[in-house]
């Protein structure tokens, strides 16, 4: 099982605000910058999220990021077909001296 | 435009080597780590090693140490994943991506391998 944990499934319908959750410990989330990582079906991963709530250039602003304590969470407003796609959420882990990932939430766009 | 480039898909049989690759184009090879993460079928992402290419500064995950070994040719801005005894476990989607100071960004496009009898 992955070190973070998130929900398995999400679902929305285009125009609605959806949020995934990223559950860790005080080693990861609870100390650490918290990373999203988009990976839509077929493709390699893309950063999406760094430094908890900052985006990339090029990722709308309908994607945030936040933490509180030991678990964050992303959220996607005005929901479009596009996003469907998976979702992980990582961290580095001063425990395990390594990047820790938690195990991806499948969006589905309903 | 910072791109990493990986070979292409293997088909192998137990117990045979592999190395498969990763080119970095578009920026300084030399001064950024990059990342070894497996995806198996229908999986998560796991980390399993990075290396720094200009020194080949290894670190690996305690899940991979000792099952596979990471290089890299600075003079040909390519990183390596290698094994020396593939098992049927190992089949799985590789990608590598090179790590900075926001994140995993970019991603190669990765490399299947199917490790079948």
């Known amino acids: 099982q992955s070190v973070l944990t998130q929900p398995p499934s999400a679902s929305g319908t285009p125009g609605q605000r959806v949020t995934i959750s990223c559950s860790g410990s005080s080693s990861n989330v609870g100390s650490k910058p918290v990373k999203w990582y988009q990976q839509l079906p077929g493709t390699a991963p893309k950063l999406l999220i760094y430094?908890?709530?900052q985006r990339p250039s090029g990722v709308p602003d309908r994607f945030s990021g936040s933490k509180s304590g030991t678990s964050a969470s992303l959220a996607i407003s005005g929901l479009q077909s596009e996003d469907e796609a998976d979702y992980y959420c990582?961290?580095?882990?001063?425990?395990?001296?390594?990047?820790?990932f938690g195990g991806g939430t499948k969006l589905t766009v309903l | 435009e910072v791109q990493l480039v990986q070979s292409g898909a293997e088909v192998k049989k137990p117990g045979e080597s592999l190395k498969i690759s990763c080119q970095g184009s578009g920026y300084n090879f030399d001064t950024y780590w990059i990342v070894w993460v497996r995806q198996m079928a229908g999986k998560g992402l796991e980390w399993m090693g990075f290396?720094?290419?200009?020194?080949?500064?290894?670190r690996y995950s305690p899940s991979f140490q000792g099952q596979v070994t990471i290089s890299a040719d600075k003079s040909i801005n390519t990183a390596y994943l290698q094994w020396s005894s593939l098992k049927a476990s190992d089949t799985a989607m590789y990608y590598c991506a090179r790590q900075d100071s926001k994140g995993f960004d970019p991603w190669g496009q990765g490399t299947l391998v199917t490790v079948s009898s």
């Open positions: 990582a961290a580095w882990d001063d425990r395990l001296n390594g990047p820790v």
């Open positions: 290396i720094y290419p200009g020194d080949s500064e290894t």
């Open positions: 430094s908890t709530n």
